[in-house]
């Protein structure tokens, strides 16, 4: 080795040594300062410096940094939360209970809203999608999970965690301009043994067992082109199977100056959509169908307002996906995307190129790529959601997590 090479080395480790040395780390919990509730889903960041995070279902959240503990500041957002900025040397506890202040609610049996101002409400939805999401290619990076459960042992089979690359067209650009590559991936063993049966049927049916993509083709506000007339289901236009749902108002939510309309669905599919009464962008999107004993399906989406456009920031999935084999039960899948590091500005990003873009039809299961352990050690958005012990002790049959995710990975990346 020669010796500039080597000094070149020495430098690298220290500069290594030396920001791992000025990490800090910021745990909390969310709940309703009038009650008990946590609060799940909430942006936590630190503004400029690109730090963010999602709280958990549970209203837990944990931040790793670089950052100023004496200049920075944490803020909270919530679509149905008063927004909080923290001064980061205030949160000094190992875990901060944070308290936030619920928006006022104005219930819908106060306000009157005839049927002709709620169609005129959806209608100005559609005419304003253009101008409230993206109008132009972008990028940003997401961090994707995805578990699969057996229904009559109670147990997980199989985990795949991923960082990855998204790269989005216009509103009114077709669903395949969508496209998303991996930046880092790990996966468990595979206990899951799915029926000869359910792969027949999905073959036959063309069912993509790709749930990222799934997750990604599903944003209700990616339905201008593709969907808009021809979807057996559409939110925006209020119609499933040509039968047109009854939407209902709910309740309005005051937030600052603005109002946001939460309308429910009164019969059939249950849907809630949260619309900006300013703009009339859909801040929030829910659906759920399930029978007398289960959830068939539940997704929600998210979006944030940047740059005067809003941008997805939480997807989420749950649903009955197999039958398994040997169990006379069925195998739940549940997936969801939380994005961040968002790349609005086309010259700032190079196009993904064909060789680097995951095919839709496959199974995610199925890539691989090499284990980057200081990678996933530093995670942010992983510190936020940490996996609950039960899928842990589920998933470690033979072997710990960690040695699996070595072993199920190559050398070279795909």
């Known amino acids: 080795m020669s010796n ?3 000094i070149c080395l020495v430098l690298i480790l220290l500069c290594k040594h030396a920001y791992m040395q000025n990490i800090q780390t910021i745990k909390g919990q969310l709940s309703c300062e009038n009650d008990t509730i ?3 889903y909430a942006h936590v960041g630190i503004p400029g410096t690109g730090i963010g995070t999602v709280s958990n279902i549970n209203g837990n959240f944990e931040l790793k940094g670089a950052f100023n503990l004496e200049k920075d ?5 919530h679509i149905e939360y008063e927004k909080k900025m923290i001064p980061l040397n205030e949160l000094t506890a190992d875990t901060n209970y944070i308290k936030l202040a619920r928006n006022e609610y104005l219930l819908a049996d106060v306000i009157v809203l005839p049927d002709d101002k709620k169609k005129e409400i959806f209608k100005k939805v559609i005419k304003n999608l253009k101008n409230n999401y993206p109008d132009k290619l972008y990028q940003c990076e997401a961090f994707y999970r995805e578990t699969q459960y057996q229904q009559r042992t109670k147990k997980h089979c199989r985990l795949i965690e991923a960082a990855v690359n998204i790269q989005d067209g ?3 650009a077709p669903l395949s301009k969508i496209k998303c590559s991996l930046l880092q991936f790990r996966k468990s063993d595979n206990f899951t043994e799915e029926h000869w049966g359910s792969k027949l049927l999905k073959k036959m049916l063309d069912l993509s067992p790709n749930h990222l993509h799934l997750l990604l083709v599903g944003n209700p506000v990616r339905y201008y082109k593709d969907r808009l007339h021809t ?3 559409n939110p925006i236009t209020q119609r499933y199977k040509g039968k047109e749902l009854e939407f209902a108002l709910s309740h309005v939510i005051k937030k600052s100056d603005d109002k946001i309309y939460v309308f429910k669905t009164t019969k059939g599919l249950s849907c809630t959509i949260y619309i900006n009464s300013k703009d009339y962008a859909i801040l929030k999107y829910e659906e759920e169908m399930k029978s007398k004993t289960r959830i068939i399906f539940k997704n929600s989406y998210h979006y944030k307002k940047i740059d005067n456009k809003y941008y997805p920031t ?5 649903g009955i996906t197999d ?3 040997n169990s006379k039960g069925m195998g739940i899948t549940e997936s969801s995307l939380t994005f961040v590091n968002y790349s609005p500005d086309r010259k700032k990003f190079k196009r993904l190129r064909s060789k680097h873009v995951l095919p839709n039809e496959l199974d995610l299961y199925e890539q691989e790529m090499e284990y980057d352990e200081i990678f996933w050690a530093n995670y942010n958005i992983l510190l936020d959601e940490p996996l609950e012990d039960k899928t842990i002790s589920d998933l470690e049959r033979k072997t710990s997590l960690q040695s699996q995710f070595k072993e199920n990975a ?5």
């Open 231 to 233: 979807s057996k289901f």
């Open 73 to 77: 500041t944490l803020m909270i957002s």
């Open 323 to 325: 039958y398994l084999k």
């Open 410 to 414: 190559t050398n070279q990346n795909q």
């Open 170 to 172: 216009k509103v009114t």
């Open 314 to 318: 939480f997807f989420y999935n749950v």
């Open 4 to 6: 500039k090479l080597f």
């Open 38 to 40: 946590s609060i799940s």
